[in-house]
């Protein structure tokens, strides 16, 4: 089971510009990011979680849609870290 639910917060720790692993002979112009890249440091939204074959999981963020060819594509859940959240002492 993965660690990340949809409505989950998470931030971004490798804002490489491309959602994937390019294969050969891809290039940039390849890939459609009509929401703009990821930025380090910055905290998103899960819009939903998918395991990859290989056992990784793929994500989709709410508001930074992903299209390799046209065709849909999710982030890689490895350039994300959950944001736990803290508990507040003496509230």
Not at 8 to 26: L, S
Not at 44 to 53: A, G, I, Q, S
Not at 67 to 80: A, P, T
């Amino acid at each position: 089971m993965s660690i990340f639910q949809p409505n989950d917060k998470f931030v971004c720790i490798d804002d490489t510009p491309i959602p994937t692993k390019r294969q050969k002979g891809q290039t940039f112009a390849d890939f459609s990011l009509p929401g703009g890249t990821i930025e380090k440091g910055k905290v998103y939204c899960v819009n939903h979680v998918r395991l990859r074959t290989d056992g990784r999981v793929a994500i989709g963020i709410v508001g930074k849609p992903a299209f390799d060819n046209g065709k849909v594509v999710l982030w890689n859940g490895v350039r994300f870290r959950k944001v736990q959240r803290r508990e507040r002492k003496g509230s």
